[in-house]
């Protein structure tokens, strides 16, 4: 017999919260909402869950409070898998949830099936034999530089362009740290000239739409103001 994921939904949206419990009860999910981070906490730490699905903007304690006090728990709480929804397009936002400890980050436009599938994809890495959490191989973004592919957290591969392929190994290559925009044109083998700066912003600006049409998520590619752009993801380069 398979193993029932037991998921928590935080989400004060009645409406979007009654369809998220019917479509993963559907789906096989053993699902619990609750309209509040307060709610939550009533239930949290005496019913363990495998993954939790965490509006950011909740009445009273955020999303984000509810990953930070979960991941303060202790190893107990270190395989809980964390996927939350924004309305707010800020990247800003996206950086703040994926430094408290959120494995994945989608818009509340996504779909129902693709939300299923994050959700699906986190637990695979978290339960996948010999692997924990705190297994860095568990990477959420792969590149693979031979066949022009890029890996998403859903499970989907996406085609790549070279340009493409140049501009996010550079990227995956420093995690976390902005890389110039100089040393991006470098690494694509372009001038460093104004109209070069303006192809090279043009370029990340259609990977990041072209990956949201995909997969329904956002490729964290954030632009660094006068300095370039920064992968603040977890990505692995697969040669």
Request: aromatic residues 4%; glycine residues 4%; negative net charge.
């Given at each position: 017999m398979s193993h029932i994921h037991h998921l928590?939904?935080?989400e004060d949206d009645p409406g979007l919260l009654g369809d998220l419990l019917e479509f993963l009860a559907l789906r096989g999910f053993a699902a619990r909402g609750f309209a509040s981070a307060e709610a939550f906490f009533e239930s949290w730490p005496a019913t363990r869950y495998d993954l939790l699905l965490l509006d950011v903007a909740l009445p009273g304690a955020s999303g984000?409070?509810?990953v930070h006090r979960v991941r303060a728990g202790g190893s107990?709480?270190?395989g809980v898998g964390v996927v939350m929804l924004t309305a707010l397009d800020a990247n800003d936002d996206h950086l703040l949830g994926l430094n408290a400890g959120a494995?994945?980050?989608l818009s509340k436009r996504s779909s129902l099936e693709v939300i299923e599938a994050a959700c699906r994809s986190v637990l695979r890495?978290?339960?996948a034999p010999g692997r924990g959490r705190s297994a860095e191989t568990g990477a959420q973004w792969r590149l693979d530089t031979q066949r022009w592919q890029l890996l998403t957290p859903t499970g989907a591969w996406l085609d790549l362009t070279h340009a493409e392929v140049l501009l996010l190994a550079a990227l995956f290559d420093k995690p976390g740290q902005p890389v110039a925009r100089e040393d991006l044109l470098d690494r694509l083998g372009r001038r460093k000239t104004l109209?070069?700066?303006r192809n090279l912003d043009n370029m990340a600006s259609r990977l990041r739409r072209k990956v949201q049409a995909a997969c329904g998520q956002e490729l964290p590619v954030r632009p660094s103001y006068g300095e370039g752009y920064t992968f603040a993801g977890i990505g692995?380069?697969?040669?």
């Open positions: 928590a939904v935080v984000l409070e509810i107990q709480d270190a494995d994945v980050y890495r978290l339960h109209p070069g700066m692995e380069i697969q040669a």
